[in-house]
């Protein structure tokens, strides 16, 4: 249960499995282990199953797409016709769509079969995947610990083996560092990449689908089969796509390498940085070329961010409002109480948090101040990150302050909660491609290295990660046991 799509795709064409024996399988271990994870809010058994029955007609025609037949699974925040899409909220826990994501549609015209709809933090906010109506997620290298968030769920669910991929969604690191916390590699294209139609808004300015998976060659895959143009999504970028998978295998001798000194500096955790220094040294090995650069603005992400995100995400669930779908209170006395109640029952708190914040970083008197400084502030970091490109190829820099913490340990504590993207955030704010690959372990749990590239160069991402993974092993471990199955 833990080969690579190329693997299982080369079995699926010998016929030394099906693809419905190979969904049965899958469906049989998220029976016995998900109720450990609760990586899944929603399982869906027979749609997988005739996806899979339909992706073995495709098959015996032997003119199948790479992905005809694999199991993935979806983070629930993308739409998909006829199956619940919550976003981990009890505001839409009932709510199921009459159309399919674009991301979705294109998976499944390339015979992907969708296991079900994987857990996430409520509207992907969160750092921890604490924050879903439907419990958290537990990391499968650690029970006790977070997987990070908000693509928790499908970062669990690929660790465990309860899918061969899944996709997810990145608004401020929400791919990378859940995929750090997992110990998989997770890519979040450049904005516009890949189509946003479907996929339920937080801030649409920052929002990016992504890829999930084991290894860069997955993701490689992945990626050619989500990403282009799609004209029904103005945010879409016409920038041509490329064969991502077919560049993976040459060399990185030469790459020019960034190290900003304001990442790796002596606020970086010890151990940390031995072991991210350990993974570059692998990369100097294979030829890429490591030099110190800066990027002064790094301090201003973190505000800039925390006002910009929610600020758009005010904006965009102000559409939850009792009267036209999604959850309604009861008996409401008028129109005031409908909202009021609707609004406060549905969402929870770290939603109503943010919402608050944005509202007011809006509002009259304050936009100047607020909002207005901090897209000032972006367009410095996105200038910081053009200057740097035009020294380097690619940028290195860890994806996390430290490996999963504990469950419950950062709740209470808002601010440190948001001090866990700290190395993320930046990419979002300048519309940057940001990849994260397993480079070790600390204490028994996941660190990921973080690769940053220039406007919609993630083929040397998936390139540079691939050269290390030929070479490193970090990327094929596996959780031990769980519940009896090996992970």
């Known amino acids: 249960m833990t080969q690579s799509i190329r693997s299982l795709a080369s079995d699926l064409r010998q016929g030394k499995t099906s693809a419905v024996e190979l969904t049965q399988d899958y469906l049989q271990r998220i029976q016995q282990l998900d109720g450990q994870l609760n990586s899944y809010i929603t399982v869906a058994p027979e749609r997988a199953l005739a996806q899979a029955q339909a992706a073995d007609d495709r098959l015996s025609k032997a003119d199948a797409p790479l992905l005809c037949g694999i199991p993935i699974a979806h983070k629930d925040i993308f739409c998909t016709r006829d199956l619940t899409t919550t976003c981990g909220s009890k505001m839409l826990a009932n709510f199921v769509p009459p159309y399919n994501a674009t991301v979705v549609e294109r998976m499944d015209a390339n015979g992907a079969v969708t296991l079900g709809k994987t857990n996430c933090d409520e509207f992907a906010m969160g750092s921890s995947n604490e924050n879903s109506f439907f ?43 859940p995929a750090a916390f997992c110990g998989i590699t997770g890519l979040k294209p450049t904005y516009g990449r890949v189509s946003r139609l479907g996929m339920v808004a937080y801030a649409s300015s920052l929002d990016q689908g992504g890829v999930m998976a084991k290894s860069a060659d997955d993701c490689a895959i992945l990626l050619e089969a989500m990403a282009g143009f799609d004209p029904k999504d103005s945010t879409s970028s016409e920038h041509a796509t490329t064969r991502y998978s077919e560049q993976l295998s040459t060399p990185i001798a030469g790459l020019r390498i960034g190290l900003p000194r304001q990442y790796f500096n002596d606020q970086l955790d010890t151990k940390m940085s031995g072991l991210l220094q350990d993974a570059l040294r692998e990369l100097e090995r294979l ?11 790094t301090g201003l992400a973190i505000p800039a961010y925390y006002i910009i995100a929610p600020a758009e ?62 897209q000032r502030a972006r367009r410095l970091i996105a200038q910081d990150f053009a200057k740097a490109f035009a020294q380097v190829d690619v ?36 519309g940057l491609p940001g990849l994260s690959m397993p480079a070790g372990f ?46």
């Open 395 to 430: 940028i290195a820099s860890p994806t996390t302050p430290g490996p999963a913490f504990g469950l419950n340990d950062k709740t209470q504590d808002p601010v440190a909660m948001y001090l866990e993207d700290i190395y993320t955030l930046a990419v979002n704010l300048a």
């Open 135 to 177: 419990g958290a997620v537990k990391n499968p290298w650690d029970l006790n610990c977070v997987p990070g968030g908000s693509s928790g769920g499908s970062a669990a669910a690929v660790a465990a083996a309860l899918c061969v991929a899944a996709t997810g969604t990145d608004t401020g690191g929400s791919i990378r560092q």
């Open 287 to 297: 030829g890429a070329q490591l030099i110190d650069i800066d990027l002064q603005q």
């Open 442 to 487: 600390y204490d028994h749990r996941p660190v990921g290295l973080q690769l940053l590239g220039n406007h919609f160069d993630e083929a040397t991402l998936l390139r540079t990660a691939h050269q290390y993974q030929q070479t490193t092993d970090w990327h094929t471990q596996r959780p031990g046991l769980i519940a009896g199955g090996d992970a």
């Open 313 to 374: 995400a005010s904006t965009n669930l102000s559409r939850y409002d009792g009267v036209r779908y999604g959850y309604r209170c009861s008996d409401p006395k008028d129109l005031q109480d409908l909202y009021v109640r609707s609004r406060s029952e549905g969402f929870g708190a770290e939603v109503q948090r943010r919402i608050l914040v944005g509202t007011y970083a809006l509002s009259s008197g304050y936009y100047d101040a607020y909002y207005g400084q901090a």
